[in-house]
């Protein structure tokens, strides 16, 4: 079986890392030369160009590319695909992608592997990336079973745990547990530095340690994905800030009339609901 | 010289470990006789009482007791010490310890070391818990130069990062890199769970992963911690939640106006910013 990656990057490149350990034929498509010159060098693909021609043995394909690209992408490649070819994606959002790209290409499946690391590009690409990392599929009712199978099949693999929702619910749940962080740990960084007195800001930087290093973590991250969460997710970002904006004022309120008991009892629940988040079923 | 600990939990059992190495006499009161007992046989004092009395011949005294009975603790050892000996804490905020206690006893200098790990309790205490750590102390126009000097003297010992600064600038200091990301984590748990769609609030736990889980780590934390930042830092808190409430504002307002060049911006100097919060100097 042939597979082709288009966007070697990290999840791009090591997605083909992982799929030609398991015996899979990998055809590697990106805009750089250098790319795939590199992608060929590292054993991430079997062959490279930048020419989507490469992609026509291909039976299913892998869209690795931004967010921003991914429909004049699917536009350049169709015309070499064969028409039984299922495509599939690895945006980190799926309601715009599943809504922009399924009517471009039928035997189209939404994916997002949830594994990442801080560095990007192809020379971060690592075996094992995807390892026991959810996997989520979003087929609607208009996506072809045989092209859930395949995809299925392939990304079973990989060794992730797989999960299947509507493209709506994923962005949900993206919103509350993956771009609300971000948007309450930039708001962090900035609130610290209107600081007025001097002398008060420095001292704040030197005695920062792994409670503020923790909080403000994916707030100072890259800026680009950020800004993708937000336009790409606006509507289910917007209410969870809402929500959260709601429980902050909730919580703000107790302290600012000395009601102890409220606010004991709301960190009371806090620790005791985290660990649902962080304790995920395998 | 005799060094007294007052309170053998965590900070208390690790200052007695390094104190000790360091050549001083260590003198250990609890009001638990088990602890005392564990103290003594973990070799974190050379003595150890229920009774202040064994304060009688101590020089120097850290009160590492929970803030919120510090004044009690000191008015039950006030009677057995020499006029001359010096008394310190090790409380996480700072005016309103030092208001309360330099009254009781003049020769008092506020301190407090900045480290910790998430266990408590004298089986917690650790050797160099504050190596490289800040220490800060809080000395007013009132503090005897000789009370400061003898502090500075034995805390150089632990070899910490010593930090001078009012009581009033410590708090706003600790408000922001503090108490703040831990309300706003405490927020972002409690936001969570009040998605009334199951299925999407059962799906964002499954996908929960290291951003979601470092936002939150602070704000699952222990409740008592969290009570005593509001209740003994109100103003300083209060003050900082403020301004974060603005940031998050002006992004939410940002997102809801699509106007992407505003949240570009801010998260590109979030970025940037938050380097100079994570790099501490030596």
Redesign the interface.
Known sequence: MNIGIVGLGLIGGSLGLDLRSQGYRVLGVSRQVATCEQAIARGIVDAASTDGQLLETANLVFLCTPLGVMETTVKAIIPHLSPETTLTDVGSVKAWVVNTLAPLWPNFVGGHP?AGTADSGVAAAQRGLFQD??Y?LTPTATTPKSALEQVEKVVQSLHV?I?H?SPE??D???A???H????????????????A?L??QL???????S?????????????EL??MM??YN?KS??R?????????????EA??Q?D?AT??A??????Q??????T??H
Chains 1, 2 share one sequence.
């Open positions: 949830m990392a959810p989520v745990r999960y929702c619910e994923h949900l749940a993206v509350w547990i993956s609300l962080p971000v948007m309450i740990s930039a708001s962090l960084i900035a609130a610290c530095v209107q600081e007195n002398e008060v001292l704040a930087k030197a005695l920062a340690s409670g503020f290093r923790d909080t403000s973590r994916v707030g100072g991250g890259n800026p950020g800004l937000a336009q606006q970002l917007l969870s800030l809402d929500t959260y904006r709601q429980q902050l004022d909730h919580l703000i302290i600012a000395s102890w606010l004991q709301l960190l009371e629940q806090t620790r609901t985290r660990s649902a988040f962080t995920n079923p």
